[in-house]
């Protein structure tokens, strides 16, 4: 859509932005409120939590017997690895020390005042996005920058996702800049998640989903679960198998 069509739908678009395409049923997903629920309905369901350091995974021969934490050993039959970006970095993970690397995503979140600029639905550009969240916040987004396990929000991150904002949505240079902040996507070398068995008997990952973890969470649940409970699954998880980085060395 162009012009005036383009301007009813969205009005908060400058005038740099000339066309663009509008998916209606487009949605979005509050990671933080994810974050939340998920461990509130695992524990409904039964889960226990237990917050340690992993030292290592406790193998013998061929088969994992459990974790060692630094409170003690968890024995277990299963062991599911879903470290993120440090997910080769646990100690007999059975995957190569580049199978994953961080990719760390500077965020920025600003706040609009009652009468400012908003933009009704989320908004993607060339270079990011804004995405209307409760109470005026707007979530901009996103660096995607290969500097290893650097968590740092730095000056030209923020700067290039503002820049970016501020290109679709001039009007959003009166808003206020509430908070900024990093984290790592945890991306594959070969662009493909990392789930189900690993070469080691009872040893599972779910990792490697670079930007999309939060919208692949059910189907990855899905597969996990299929691979320990050694059911066949209506999913073809073959393509994901974290074995495949082993296979292409050996």
Do not use: C
């Not at 066309?19 to 226990?48: K, M």
């Not at 984290?183 to 009872?202: H, M, N, S, Y």
């Amino acid at each position: 859509m162009r012009g005036d069509e383009l301007a009813k739908l969205e009005p908060a678009l400058g005038p740099a932005v000339v066309a663009a395409v509008h998916f209606p049923d487009e949605a979005q997903v509050d990671a933080q409120a994810l974050a939340h629920a998920i461990p509130a309905a695992a524990r409904h369901a039964g889960a226990q939590f237990r917050r340690a350091s992993v030292a290592r995974l406790r193998i013998e021969g061929r088969r994992v017997l459990g974790v060692d934490l630094d409170t003690g050993l968890v024995a277990a039959g299963a062991v599911v690895i879903a470290a993120g970006a440090w997910t080769p970095l646990v100690a007999g993970a059975a995957l190569p020390a580049d199978a994953i690397a961080p990719v760390r995503g500077q965020m920025v979140l600003l706040r609009t005042e009652p009468d400012g600029v908003a933009p009704r639905a989320v908004v993607f550009g060339p270079a990011g996005y804004v995405v209307p969240r409760p109470h005026g916040h707007l979530l901009l987004g996103s660096t995607m920058e290969r500097v290893g396990f650097d968590k740092r929000v730095t000056a030209g991150g923020v700067a290039s996702i503002l820049a970016h904002a501020l290109s679709l949505m001039p009007g959003l240079a009166g808003a206020t800049l509430e908070s900024t902040w990093a984290g790592f996507r945890p991306a594959p070398r070969d662009g493909l998640p990392l789930i189900g068995a690993t070469a080691v008997d009872g040893l599972f990952v779910a990792s490697g989903h670079h930007r999309n973890g939060i919208l692949l969470t059910p189907v990855t649940a899905e597969l996990v679960a299929d691979a320990v409970l050694g059911r066949a699954g209506a999913i073809d998880g073959s393509p994901f198998r974290p074995s495949r980085f082993s296979e292409a060395e050996s």
